[in-house]
Every structure is written in C-alpha cells, then in structure tokens.
C-alpha cells in the first residue's frame, strides 16, 4: 500500500488539496467475467401508507367519498369525516349518516341532507386538508344521489369554491331522484388553488342521500378516467422498476383478521368494493385496487408481486395479540391465493378472469411470483399455516414461483424454515442505522448458496441525507456483488405525503401538486438505470482514510428497568453537578448524593447533561447501584444537540449478566447496532464504579478498573461495484465514498480488447446531512460529465458521494 500512496502521490501532486488524502487502487481484469447480476433488480414496494394511496397515487380528491370511514383507524374519523354542511341564506341544514337500503351491502353509509327553510344547501368536502386544482384543468365529479319527501327543483349544483365562497368552478347535474342514480359532470377551475372545497347545493327542500362522491383530475397517469396521479406514477416510472410489491406491508396480514387485505374486497364497480380501516391510521377506499395493481405493473414494465396472508395477523399491530385462522377455515384463504392467480392468469371466460375481463382486460397480467405473508412472527401457528399454502399452491400452479419471508429483522429467524419449503425466494426486512447499512455491506457474500433466493422485500436506513443514501448505495455494491443470490431489492416505505405521514424516512414525499425526490431516490435510480448484466473481476484496497467524525463528548446516565442511584459524577477528574442535567426520559429525583431513579417500570429513562464537553479526550466517571434486578442501568455518550444519536452503554443487560455496547438513532429508539458486547456476573444492591473512556479514536468502558467492552470508531469502508452492460458494451464502476475527503483512485484496466478515450461520470452527492426538500428539491441529485479513460488513469471520488463511470470497453 506504501507504494500505491507513492504512486498515487506523484501522480496527484498537480491537485494540491489531494496531499496526504485519502486513496485507493482499484484493478479490474475486464476478461474475467464474475457472476450474473439478477435480472429483477432493482424493484419497488408499495403500501397504502402516509397516505400512498388513498390522498396519493389513486388521483380522487375527495376524502371519504362514501361515508364509510371509521374511528377504528382514528377516533376522529366519523362517518361524517372531511364533510360539512353548507347553509346559504335561510336555509337549514343537517348532515347525518344514513343506513336504509343503502348503494349496496359492501357500501352501508352514506350521507343524508335534511334540508329545510329557504335558501340554497347542502354539503361541503374538505379533500385531504383541501383541494388542488389548477387553472383551465378539467375535473370529473360523479355521485349518487336519491331524494325522499323531495319539494322544488332537484338538480344539484356542484362546485368548487374557496374559502370565502368564490365559485371556481361550476356545473350542473341531472335531476335526481327517489332510488339511487348515478349523476356525473365536468368541473373547469378557472384558476389555481391549494385549497378549495367540493361543494355541493340544492334549492330544493326535503331529504337528499348521497354516496360515492367523487372529483377527479381528468389529467391522470396514461389518462385513465378515475385513475392515478401522473406525477407520482411518472416519479415510479423513473426508477425503471423491474417488480412492484403490493399492498403491504404490515396492512397485507391486518391487525386481526378482519383487517387483513382481501384481495376480492377491492375489485370490480369501485362503488361496490368492502373498504376497510387501515391499521396506519386511516382509511382504505381500495379504489386502487388489485385490478389497478396489475395494471401499474403492466404500465412500467414490473413484475407484479402481490403478498397474499397466509393466515396470521401482523405481530406488530395486532394489539389485543396475534389472531389466526382457524385451520378448519384456512382452506377459504388458500382458495383465495388460487382464485388471485387465476384472476391474474385465468383465460377471460374462468371465473376469476371474467372479472378481470369484465374491468377491461382480457388479456393475462402475467403474473409469475407470489409472496406469502410478510414478516411474520416465528410461531407454531406459522409453522402450521405456511405449509398448506405452499402445497396448495404448487400443486395447482407449479409455474409460480413461491416467495416466502424470513421473519423480523435481519436476523432472518425464518430463513431456514423457507429453505426445508423449497421456496424460489424469501423476503427479509430491515430499517437501520446508516452506520448499520456500511457495516454489513459484505453481508451476503458468505450466504449459503443451496438455500432460497434473497428478496430484501424492505429495507432503508435512517435518514434522507446523503449520509444515508451512501450508505444505502454501499449495501447496494454488496449486493450487485451477490447478484446470482440476491434476486430482488425494494426501499420502503415509498412513498408519504406531507402532513399525513405515520413513517419516515420514505424514499418520495408528495403533496397535493408537488413531488420531491429525496437522495435515497437518486441512489435507486442510479442503481437500477445502471446496473448491468454481470460483474466483473476485481480488487479494490483504499488507505488513509480519514477517521470517522470525532463522538461528541455528551453523556448522559439512565435505567432500563431498574431502580439506581447515580453518585460522584465526575468528567476527566472534575466533579459533575447531576442535580444540573435535563430529566429527558422517566422520572429522576436529584438527592444531596446525587441522581435516583424509583421507578422499575420504566424502560429507557435518561437523564443528560447539558451540553457536550469539549476537548478530544475524555473520562467520565460515575458510582452507580442498580437496587431492583432490572435489565441494567445505561450510560450513554455522544448524542448530538437534539438528542439523536450516539452510544449506551448497557450495563448489566439480560438481568446483570451482559454488557451491551450500542450504537443507536435515538436514545430510545428500537434501531439500534450493537457494536460489542460481553458477559457481566453483577448482583443488583452491588455499587459499581463506571468509566467511560472515550477518544476520538476509540471507546473503553470499564467497572471498577478493568475494561469490559472496547470499541475502535473504525472508518468505513468505500464501497465499489464493477459490472459489465452487454447491450450497450460498457464497463460500469459505482465508486461510494462516505467520508469527508475525497478519495484519489488509481483505476487500472486488464483485459480489454478495446477501451474508449473517454467515458461517462454521473456524481451524486454534496455534503454529509444535506438532503432535499420542497424548498430546494434540487439540492442534492445527479450530475453529468465526461472524463478521459484509459487502462490506468487516476479518478478522484468526491467526498460524501456516489459515482457511476460507464467505460465504452470491449472484453475479449
Ligand atoms: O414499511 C413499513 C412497514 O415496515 C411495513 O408495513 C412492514 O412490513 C414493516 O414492518
């Protein structure tokens, strides 16, 4: 390596700020061709939450268009959500839900009008906190109404108006009325508003029932009537998505059984679909339903994926506890599975394909892969479950591939289960730190090779910055580089509206007009418009990197479910006021010796000091006495401003017989990364003496003198892909650099036949927290250049970034 510095040095002594950088030497032999890169890489998961679908992809701008919202999703959400009355002059009004011989059974609500005195009135939608339109744009609003008890005129006016009752828009609809009808019009707005209302009137007086009150854009993906938002299907269509995954996610198995996501619930007549509550916190019209899924997938060229559940509730949202189908009543669920198969594949005259058909499509989806279940739990009642699906669904459909799910966490506790079912794939899920993400970047490469195809079904790091996009990018080399046994990859969540989200980080937020591409999005796009059909044989050695960012000196002591008394604070020798620090978590009292914390309930109290010291090196010491068993008491250091990040320290873990060792997103955030770890032998009652010593360099934790868990603050590794595009004959490198210098690579070329002059550079990056926003969404994306090549050229990988180099070069 002292060589390369030496070569690399002279060559780079023009570039003045590249003295004693960073660099690397990466070598590849072009002739020798590595494995073949997975032809379902790189895809998309899509669940129905922030708001994904409904408020989202599925273009309706009314909010609970049929009455049928719930407070099971929210105790706000009455029937009566989003909707209020409109009284003009002297008329009276009163909204209230009706149930009588309702649209139709799958549709009980709707909404009724009294409407009595004189003057106009009637009734007013609120949209997703109001409605977008824009100038000249065309708009198709649709009801169904009846009138009873009905004197005067019964046309309705329907409109969109501001505020303040400005009408920008107008139009008339037949008259109704005394059974159910279905009316429809055309709404122009005459000009650009984020917040109008629907609002729809009467003269007439009586009682009106509404139901399925809809307004479109007629400007939809592919112009479809009632279709998609383009913006956002466009924003997917840039990724070039192989497959999309669909509908969830947590809400594909429910919290209970009745809310598990029933496919046949959400095809045909959008008016006669069975809505639910969705366990995110609202509600699902599933107006984009299983016909408009295949369909998606049909437009972008993906493979559709759909999760079928198989038979148990979700563990994380079935509160009252995990529900499961009887296994006398399970057949009704695999026959669903079969059914869903054959309404994608079946001929137009099966049973299944005439429904299809019958929504406008004759022709088969195509569907080749199912999933079964998603994430589940690693129970008895899985065991029992899964296996009856698979046999089910082999025997009448040996040509769909089967994908399983490994269970929660990266841990993949099912994976081996998945391979004695002969499964194609199975789905393993992870939300980590960044950190997380650059550590295990040679995750795969040690993967049993006889056992089932990876589909990492949902995965992201923490955070929108390019921080975590490089990390994201850096797993991605690892997986290119296990392209024969990763098969599929999706970020999730996809995507959030503003305002109405329940999870972040998501890779595309949106509101009502405008979508933002966050750096995590770019990173896909790189990775998926660039990835090539096969890998190609390399080395790769970088030197001198920088050390990671110095751990801010902050500390901070709590407990895990244990009382403890903190005593004799004191940083590098001078002693610490505990009185002085912010109780951040749980309930401390301050004593004349110190800190006590009563309450064995509590998990993850902390009290912090107040601000981070400053200095390179320091020793925190502390006395501390875990009265109750508990699972420890936690010291934590190196939290930023806002209470984010860091270590702790958990002393005494599994009942005082582990230390754990931490790195964490929040203090008490369930995402966390140990980094080391080791037996302990501590009896509650017993008073130890704590220290943490912490250099920039490394961490030492010790108990009474001697050091029982070390950590070294290790740069991490730049990450690089080489793969080869046989269309286009390309060499393709993907060069990550998560480090704040840049990094000067010799790049050397063996094996070529011929090799342009010049090739291709797209960078992405810019600082390590910058990320986009609605402000500046251009902030942080991909540039393009042109750089001169030949077979040993020297490229400087700019700090904080991800390049992609494509090299016209033929190999033998
Ligand atoms: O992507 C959000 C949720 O994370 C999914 O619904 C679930 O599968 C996972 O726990």
């Given at each position: 390596m002292t060589l390369l510095r030496s070569a690399l040095l002279l060559v780079c002594s023009a570039l003045p700020h590249l003295h004693a950088a960073p660099v690397a030497d990466l070598h590849i032999e072009l002739n020798q061709r590595g494995v073949d890169l997975s032809p379902h890489l790189y895809g998309l998961f899509f669940e129905d939450i922030n708001y994904g679908a409904d408020g989202g992809l599925y273009a309706e701008l009314v909010q609970n268009r049929s009455f049928e919202y719930h407070p099971r999703s929210k105790p706000e959400h009455t029937a009566l959500y989003a909707w209020q009355p409109v009284a003009r002059e002297n008329a009276d009004v009163k909204l209230s839900i009706g149930t009588a011989d309702p649209l139709n059974p799958n549709n009980p609500h709707y909404l009724d009008l009294a409407l009595g005195g004189r003057g106009v009135g009637g009734a007013a939608n609120l949209g997703f906190n109001g409605i977008a339109v824009t100038a000249k744009a065309s708009y198709d609003v649709a009801l169904f109404g009846r009138i009873a008890s009905w004197t005067g005129d019964s046309t309705l006016t329907v409109a969109l108006e501001l505020a303040d009752g400005t009408r920008i828009a107008t139009t008339r609809l037949d008259p109704l009325d005394n059974t159910w009808a279905r009316r429809e019009g055309v709404l122009i707005a005459d000009r650009t508003a984020d917040d109008a209302r629907l609002v729809i009137t009467t003269t007439g007086r009586g009682m009106l029932s509404l139901d399925m009150v809809s307004l479109f854009p007629q400007d939809t993906w592919r112009g479809r009537k009632y279709g998609l938002r383009k913006d956002l299907v466009q924003t997917l269509a840039d990724l070039a998505p192989k497959f999309l995954r669909f509908p969830g996610g947590c809400i594909a198995h429910g919290a209970g059984l009745a809310n598990a996501y029933r496919w046949k619930d959400t095809v045909g007549d959008i008016a006669e679909r069975k809505p639910n509550w969705n366990l995110w916190g609202y509600h699902q019209t599933y107006g984009l339903g299983y016909f408009e899924y295949f369909q998606l997938c049909a437009d972008l060229g993906a493979q559709p994926l759909p999760v079928v559940p198989v038979g148990v509730s979700c563990g994380f949202h079935s509160g009252g506890g995990v529900q499961c189908v009887p296994m006398d009543d399970l057949q009704e669920h695999i026959q669903d599975a079969l059914d869903l198969i054959e309404f994608a594949n079946g001929p137009a005259d099966s049973r299944w394909g005439s429904v299809r058909a019958r929504m406008g499509r004759t022709e088969p989806f195509g569907l080749r892969y199912l999933c079964l279940g998603n994430e589940e739990h690693d129970t008895p009642e899985f065991h029992e479950r899964f296996p009856r699906f698979v046999r089910a669904l082999r025997e009448a459909h040996p040509e769909i591939r089967l994908i399983g799910n490994s269970g929660l966490s990266a841990n993949i506790p099912l994976y081996d289960f998945m391979h004695r079912q002969g499964v194609y794939s199975s789905d393993e899920h992870y939300y980590e730190l960044p950190e997380w993400f650059l550590r295990h970047q040679r995750r795969f490469d040690s993967f049993d090779r006889t056992k089932p195809k990876i589909f990492v079904g949902e995965y992201a790091s923490w955070n929108n910055t390019v921080f975590s996009a490089l990390a994201e990018a850096a797993y991605l080399t690892g997986i290119e580089r296990n392209g024969d046994l990763v098969d599929m990859t999706a970020y999730a969540p996809l995507l959030a509206r503003t305002d109405f989200t329940q999870w972040t980080p998501d890779l595309i937020y949106f509101d009502a007009r405008r979508v933002l591409r966050t750096v995590n999005y770019y990173t896909q796009q790189l990775f998926s418009h660039h990835k090539g059909d096969h890998t190609v044989a390399h080395t790769f050695r970088a030197e001198g990197l920088p050390p990671r960012d110095p751990v801010p000196a902050r500390f901070g002591l709590g407990t895990f479910k244990s009382t403890t008394t903190f005593t004799q604070a004191s940083l590098n020798g001078r002693p610490l006021d505990l009185a002085t620090w912010a109780h951040a978590a749980g309930t401390f009292s301050a004593t004349a010796a110190g800190l006590e914390q009563t309450d064995a309930s509590l998990a993850h109290t902390l009290a912090l000091a107040p601000i981070a010291a400053p200095g390179e090196r320091h020793l925190f010491q502390v006395r501390a006495r875990r009265a109750t068993s508990g699972d420890g008491l936690l010291v934590l250091f190196g939290a930023d401003s806002a209470g984010m990040g860091g270590y702790v320290w958990q002393v005494g873990a599994e009942g005082g017989r582990r230390h754990t060792l931490h790195q964490v997103r929040a203090y008490d955030h369930w995402s966390r990364m140990e980094v080391a770890s080791a037996r302990a032998d501590l009896l509650a009652d017993d008073w130890l003496d704590l220290e943490v010593d912490l250099t920039p360099e490394r961490v030492r934790c010790r108990v009474g003198g001697v050091t029982v868990l070390e950590h070294v603050f290790t740069p991490y590794e730049p990450a690089v892909s080489v793969t080869y595009d046989r269309a286009t004959s390309e060499l393709i490198l993907k060069l990550v650099n998560p480090h704040p210098e840049p990094l000067a690579t010799r790049v050397r070329l063996d094996g070529a036949r011929s090799l342009a002059a010049r090739g291709r550079l797209i960078t992405l990056g810019s600082s390590r927290d910058a990320q986009n926003t609605?402000?500046?969404?251009?902030?942080?994306r991909p540039l393009e250049s042109i750089i001169p090549v030949s077979s040993d050229f020297i490229h400087t990988v700019p700090a904080w970034s991800l390049q992609v180099v494509r090299i016209p070069a033929f190999a033998p």
């Open positions: 609605f402000e500046q969404p251009d902030q942080v």
